[in-house]
């Protein structure tokens, strides 16, 4: 089984560790399409680690959507903080009854993964549980650190670097500015879906300069306000992949063709939404699964390249 070579070649054994990276793996396949599709180009030593961090990821969002809605902002707040404290816990033990966390904890020693990203992500998280929207887009980009830009700082030591004269401040700064495109290509895409949980992540600055306010965004009719409003923030997103877009080469090669697949599908995302008229609320915007194959044979030409080449990283 190919979950089963990934786990060889990773070095993991154990038969409960062995499955927690297997839970991770199928939470990224089910949920991360691109995410999951960009993860087989790395080489199989590295992939259950990535996995790792995506499950982590998903699984701490579906706890903070699930907590029941019979309980207070306050109450919910208060029970994520409890399954925090005690995750960050188990970290600083080094070990934990939840799969998820057992396979993230474990690729947290391999690499040497600061521990401050997951607790400012953790903090982030909390944050959905009280507030429901952003006023300028610098409260959104405090936010946007811990849920976004402390992810690519968790992926890089698993990536690596191109080679020693790679300043690692360089390259972490590339990878905040993706972290932050993915992010707003999330928060633009995700507009109806964010609405339905009662949250909207575009700065309220930029829907008063536009004349746009919740209830209109709520009827999910794209008038001209909408256009300009998402067509402003679309630019925004595109300014941070080209900020990140340096880093690509900066990376390990064998990294390289996972990471530039992974941003080609997700700028493209924003293409789409033009391409329908920035139609986000009468269905979720995708790349087409044409293009996707397309993107990602291209993507595994150069991996295997990279790996003929004795790059293993």
């Not at 089910?30 to 087989?40: D, I, V």
């Not at 209109?216 to 402003?232: F, H, K, M």
Request: glycine share 6%; aromatic share 10%; hydrophobic share 40%.
């Amino acid at each position: 089984m190919i979950g089963t070579r990934e786990l060889d070649a990773a070095g993991a054994t154990g038969a409960a560790l062995r499955a927690s990276y297997a839970r991770c793996r199928a939470i990224n396949a089910e949920h991360g399409k691109t995410y999951f599709l960009a993860t087989l180009l790395l080489p199989p030593a590295k992939r259950p680690y990535v996995h790792a961090l995506y499950g982590f990821a998903r699984h701490v969002d579906d706890i903070v959507d699930d907590l029941s809605p019979d309980l207070t902002a306050e109450q919910r707040a208060d029970s994520f903080t409890d399954w925090s404290a005690d995750f960050l816990s188990d970290l600083d033990w080094g070990a934990s009854s939840d799969p998820v966390s057992r396979a993230v904890i474990d690729t947290i020693a391999r690499w040497q993964i600061p521990v401050s990203y997951f607790a400012d992500f953790l903090d982030a998280m909390r944050l959905d549980l009280t507030v429901t929207s952003y006023a300028t887009y610098d409260d959104l980009a405090r936010y946007m650190w811990g849920s976004a830009a402390v992810i690519g700082l968790q992926m890089l030591p698993i990536l690596g670097r191109r080679d020693d004269d790679v300043r690692w401040d360089v390259l972490e700064s590339h990878a905040i500015e993706l972290g932050t495109a993915f992010q707003l290509t999330n928060f633009i895409r995700d507009i109806a879906e964010d609405l339905r949980r009662g949250r909207v992540y575009l700065p309220q600055e930029s829907l008063d300069m536009f004349g746009v306010d919740r209830d209109r965004l709520a009827r999910g009719r794209v008038d001209e306000p909408i256009r300009n409003l998402l067509a402003w923030e679309i630019e925004r997103a595109r300014r941070s992949y080209t900020a990140a877009a340096p880093g690509l080469d900066l990376v390990h090669p064998t990294s390289r063709d996972c990471l530039r697949t992974a941003t080609t599908l997700y700028a493209e995302i924003l293409d789409e939404i033009e391409r329908v008229d920035y139609d986000v609320f009468s269905r979720r915007v995708h790349v087409p699964g044409r293009r996707r194959l397309a993107v990602g044979a291209s993507g595994l030409r150069g991996a295997w390249t990279a790996r003929r080449g004795g790059r293993h990283g």
